[in-house]
């Protein structure tokens, strides 16, 4: 049921339906590397060189972040604005994360980076569906 001022006709055509598909595929894609890398990091635990303090640390925010996304996803599928809001927000503060992380020196190990450069383009792929014309203005005050 979508929220009181929202068309519902815009809401179930059938680009937002296609984007609010495209969007979901992506933020799944998230969560599942995100939960992956953090698996990764348990196993590899006693290596040190692998498994840092920040990559227990941006693992761990980053399964909490992509975890919240898709419950941003999912609020925004079903028409809500303050679903599609955060997930504006949410998933454009983590783009740009990702880029501090794979362009400082040292902080992560290789690895950490091109994971995080994978995660950055779904993220990437998000933003731009969500930041599209017609998404906003489905999503528009009227």
């Not at 060189?49 to 992509?66: D, F, K, L, M, N």
């Not at 992380?101 to 190990?109: D, K």
């Not at 290789?110 to 792929?125: A, N, T, Y």
């Amino acid at each position: 049921m979508p929220t009181a001022g929202l068309d519902a006709e815009l809401l179930h055509h059938s680009q937002s339906q296609t984007t609010f598909r495209s969007v979901k595929l992506l933020v799944g894609c998230y969560l599942a590397i995100s939960v992956l890398t953090l698996l990764a990091a348990i196993v590899l635990r006693n290596n040190p060189a692998i498994v840092t303090p920040a990559v227990w640390i941006r693992g761990i925010i980053v399964v909490a972040s992509a975890s919240l996304t898709a419950s941003f996803t999912a609020q925004m599928a079903r028409g809500s604005r303050r679903g599609y809001l955060r997930l504006r927000i949410v998933s454009a503060i983590m783009l740009i994360a990702v880029v501090v992380i794979i362009v400082l020196p040292g902080t992560f190990p290789l690895w950490m980076k091109i994971e995080q450069g994978v995660c950055g383009l779904l993220l990437l792929g998000v933003v731009v569906l969500v930041n599209g014309r017609h998404l906003r203005s489905t999503f528009a005050r009227r």
